[in-house]
């Protein structure tokens, strides 16, 4: 695993119907989907357009009372270690480390706000590209919505060496915070609009045309939740519900 711990290494759709979900996202994303050869499972693999793999797709597991859900894999070296030290720091361990044959060794974990995330040791010696934020079909931006802005800041950057960086002011909702990670920012944290909102890592993937986007989001059965927003840099960004309500992020240009 050549990428640095605290890296963003994969993304993966927890969904009630794979097979739907695919059919959403390979036409509003672009991505393609294939199996991914796992026994035993129905494990699907997101590759981007420009070819390397990005995410991963699965049914919910029976029984769990888990939403549709997008989650993202932060890469580490020693996963027990930080599992433990996950819980210590006052978060959850869901899925104790696993080994995933020819895949890496991974743990199901939650911050303390209760927000879902894991930690991996990948098998590869080839570096995820995952998160690549100027490619098409890769994610440019991993964005915490929390019930605890501050608390959520100690809690990351002291478990992933994570540093708070600038920050910009949202009316009536605080600070829109920053997170730097090697050499550049890799996302923000913010505090939750409203009381309703349920505490969650928000995933915006890289798209081309953001009207173009809309109008395929709404033709394939999604819904806009909000914008499209112009955001520094001269991006535009919506968020999204898909059909089976996974809520989305998506990053694009104005024609």
């Not at 090697?182 to 913010?190: E, K, L, P, Q, R």
């Not at 045309?209 to 059965?221: K, N, P, S, Y």
């Not at 939740?225 to 968020?239: A, K, L, Q, S």
Request: hydrophobic letters at 40%; proline letters at 8%; glycine letters at 14%.
């Amino acid at each position: 695993m050549p990428n640095s711990d605290g890296d963003h290494i994969w993304y993966e759709l927890l969904t009630t119907d794979p097979d739907a979900a695919s059919d959403f996202y390979t036409h509003v994303v672009g991505w393609k989907v294939r199996g991914s050869g796992q026994p035993g499972m129905d494990y699907r693999l997101w590759s981007a357009p420009d070819g390397p793999d990005v995410g991963g797709l699965m049914k919910t597991p029976a029984g769990s009372a888990m939403p549709p859900i997008w989650l993202g894999y932060v890469g580490v070296s020693d996963v027990d270690a930080k599992a433990a030290e996950v819980k210590r720091r006052g978060g959850a361990i869901h899925m104790p480390p696993t080994d995933i044959p020819n895949v890496g060794r991974l743990a199901m974990v939650a911050d303390p706000q209760g927000v879902i995330f894991y930690v991996m040791r990948g098998a590869s010696d080839q570096a995820s590209t995952a998160f690549k934020p100027t490619a098409e079909g890769h994610c440019a931006w991993n964005e915490l919505v929390t019930s605890d802005q501050d608390a959520a800041l100690d809690f990351y950057t002291k478990l992933f060496g994570w540093e708070k960086g600038d920050a910009m002011p949202m009316p009536g909702m605080g600070d829109y915070r920053f997170i730097n990670h090697g050499d550049g920012m890799m996302g923000a944290v913010m505090n939750r609009p409203h009381a309703g909102q349920r505490p969650m890592w928000n995933y915006y993937f890289r798209v081309g045309d953001i009207d173009a986007t809309v109008e395929r989001v709404q033709a394939r059965g999604g819904k806009i939740t909000f914008g499209p927003m112009e955001v520094p840099g001269g991006d535009w960004v919506i968020n999204g519900i898909d059909p089976q309500g996974a809520s989305f992020g998506l990053v694009g240009s104005k024609a």
